[in-house]
């Protein structure tokens, strides 16, 4: 037993040796540590402008629509330029951003329109970080080092998203809101330092697999970049490998996005007869069986079976939404959003490495963001149809997810290919 813990820390620990994905590792963590700052400044500021809330939603909305309409741009021109160059000019383009909205807001010259300037701005150069972040990896450590290091990211991912708010909302408490930004911004200028000080080892290009038609790109001037994103997801939709991960992705946002907020705020409130303490330990529970899952995940030699693993996932939330909807006590609820942390976190750290090891490097970043910007567009579906069904309480939002995670289980399974994916 102590051989074998010893071994599983020594493969989590493996990719921590490297500097550059340390640097990756904290310039990643700075920039979702700066996203979690953003919402809250963005907010409190709003709200302290204007004093409403309808305001508030057009400053928000601003920010998150170019992010939604850029990111396949973004994970088109990761696939042209280089993911470092990309993810150091977006970082330090909200660096500049949220220090010139911090320097308007201490010299009282903010206005609401300023604000929707800068929010639309900050999305539109967040889309270009985004694809990057996910696809730089395999440029940084060797292949077999893949799903350790995806676990530490997702860790650090998992900190930065709780630690952002909660400082960012002790600094506003403490201070005011321009200074949030001006905080926001020195996160922002770390992180493109860490990045650019990344320097990606030089290896041989591949020989390509015989047959292997797809990863013989041909050297070619680039294309124009509708083409190009055309191409990425012409080749996403092509492979019934990667559509399955599409499909279960999309499936897995909606039974989340709705379930996870609506669904967790009604369970805390009218099935549990609790209130914001319960709603924060459910969350709390998801959030730490997440990162469980991914340490585990992160410290087992080998590769598994992705397709069945993804299979397994659908299968697992299919299970314990099913069981939200019928459980009478906390702690019930608490230990079943715990083991749904935990598979997703667990499957999240191979399904990603599969993603980096099996689709060339010349598209990585395109299909990467076809996947983000699905995400973009069923998350906003999920919170409307679980707001609709939250009048009759959580049963019935969680009893639909359960039914769309079986169905997509049972459509996994039917396909040999996607069984046969490792």
């Not at 305001?55 to 021109?77: D, E």
């Amino acid at each position: 037993m102590a051989t074998t813990l010893a071994g599983a820390g020594s493969r989590l620990r493996a990719p921590a040796r490297l500097p550059s994905f340390r640097l990756l590792w904290l310039g990643q963590s700075l920039s979702l540590l700066g996203d979690g700052f953003s919402y809250i400044a963005f907010a409190w500021i709003t709200l302290g402008l204007t004093g409403s809330t309808l305001a508030l939603g057009y400053v928000l909305a601003f920010q998150a629509v170019p992010r939604a309409l850029l990111t396949l741009v973004g994970g088109s021109l990761s696939d042209t330029w280089s993911p470092r160059a990309l993810m150091k000019f977006s970082s330090w383009a909200r660096a500049a951003l949220m220090a010139a909205v911090g320097l308007a807001g201490t010299t009282g010259s903010l206005t609401l329109w300023m604000l929707c300037c800068a929010a639309a701005a900050f999305g539109a150069v967040d889309a270009f970080f985004q694809p990057a972040r996910a696809s730089i990896l395999p440029s940084v450590v060797d292949e077999e080092l893949l799903a350790p290091a995806n676990a530490l990211l997702a860790v650090g991912t998992k900190v930065a998203a709780v630690l952002g708010p909660a400082v960012g909302g002790m600094v506003v408490a403490f201070s005011d809101a321009p200074v949030a930004f001006l905080v926001d911004g020195a996160c922002f200028a770390l992180c493109g330092l860490c990045i650019a000080g990344i320097r990606p080892p030089a290896r041989p290009a591949p020989d390509p697999e015989p047959g292997d038609a797809k990863a013989a790109e041909p050297a070619a001037a680039p294309a124009p970049l509708t083409a190009r994103m055309r191409e990425g997801l012409r080749y996403a939709l092509e492979d019934p490998r990667i559509r399955t991960i599409l499909v279960v992705d999309a499936a897995v946002t909606f039974c989340q996005s709705g379930p996870f907020t609506v669904g967790f705020a009604t369970l805390a409130k009218i099935d549990l007869h609790g209130g914001s303490t319960t709603l924060g330990l459910l969350n709390g529970a998801l959030a730490g069986g997440a990162m469980l899952g991914t340490l585990v995940g992160g410290s087992l030699a080998g590769r598994p079976r992705v397709g069945l693993l993804i299979a397994a996932l659908a299968g697992w939330l299919a299970v314990g939404t099913a069981l939200l909807g019928l459980v009478g006590n906390t702690a019930a609820a608490l230990a079943t959003v715990l083991a749904m942390g935990f598979g997703m976190g667990f499957q999240g750290v191979f399904g990603m490495s599969w993603i980096q090891r099996n689709i060339p490097g010349s598209v990585l970043s395109r299909v990467i963001a076809v996947d983000m910007v699905i995400g973009y567009g069923v998350a906003p579906l999920s919170l409307i149809a679980c707001g609709a069904l939250a009048h009759s309480g959580s049963a019935p939002m969680f009893t639909l997810s359960a039914v769309i995670l079986s169905v997509t289980a049972l459509g996994i399974l039917a396909s040999k290919t996607v069984r046969g994916m490792r």
